[in-house]
């Protein structure tokens, strides 16, 4: 199976801080990757969607400079919490296409990031 | 936009015994794909199972299976034998042509010992 590697699965950061967390295919290109939002038990928001070497698309109500995304290769997706709050805290997960299996092909799921901002 | 419905927030099955979980989905594509993942207390989102649209075979891997009525955009998953290490949150997901992916809003289930 393909292997999404999210880094770092868990971080504590104080109020105004920027946090970076890292989403890597490890075994597989990715031709898109997707970053969500999940409360807890509730579904998977869809944040943005991020192609290799452009710009991300972000969904409506998230704010694009606050949510810093950047698609930098094939392998690697970057998001970018710039000036944490606490109603930032989350779980934030991502997701990758491989480039090999569209249009069938199912999403792989990094582990997920824990962010809690005091 | 496509929708995914999940209609039963909670279920909860006796160990061994079978349990179905629902999905629906409303959409006007012909082709696309559908999904049910599994996102145990890890949270570690895993792939279930999958059918392709034009499939009219339903899908089946081990212990789970899908009963997929297409003109009924029903896309359910029967999970037979049930085990402890079922207990989880199951997503119905649907991937349009377009690759935009759609989660319903989950079913958590539990597994009774």
């Known amino acids: 199976g393909a292997v999404v590697s999210q880094h770092p699965s868990w971080v504590i950061c104080k109020s105004g801080t920027s946090v970076k967390i890292e989403c890597r295919s490890l075994?597989?290109?990715?031709?898109?990757m997707f970053w969500y939002r999940q409360f807890p038990k509730q579904s998977l928001m869809l944040m943005a969607t991020?192609?290799?070497?452009?710009?991300?698309?972000?969904e409506q109500g998230v704010e694009k400079d606050k949510f810093l995304i950047n698609h930098a290769s094939l392998t690697l997706s970057t998001l970018t919490v710039t000036s944490a709050h606490p109603e930032d805290s989350s779980f934030y997960i991502c997701?990758?296409?491989?480039?090999?299996?569209?249009?069938?092909?199912?999403?792989?799921f990094g582990e997920g990031s824990r962010l809690t901002v005091l | 936009a496509q929708t995914v419905t999940q209609s039963q927030p909670e279920m909860s099955v006796q160990e061994a015994e079978t349990v179905t979980l629902s999905c629906t989905y409303d959409?006007?594509?012909?082709?696309?794909?559908l999904f049910w993942y599994k996102q145990p207390p890890s949270r570690q989102m895993i792939l279930v199972i999958r059918?392709?649209?034009?499939?009219?075979q339903n899908a089946t891997e081990n212990r789970f299976s899908v009963n997929f009525q297409k003109a009924a955009k029903s896309f359910s998953l029967k999970i037979s034998d049930s085990q402890l290490g079922d207990a989880a949150m199951y997503f119905c997901a649907y991937r349009s042509t377009g690759n935009q992916f759609y989660f319903g809003t989950g079913t958590s289930l539990t597994v009774i010992p």
């Open positions: 991020s192609n290799e070497g452009s710009k991300a698309t972000y």
């Open positions: 059918q392709e649209a034009y499939k009219q």
């Open positions: 959409t006007s594509e012909s082709d696309y794909y």
């Open positions: 997701s990758a296409l491989r480039r090999d299996r569209t249009p069938t092909g199912e999403l792989f």
């Open positions: 075994d597989f290109q990715a031709t898109t």
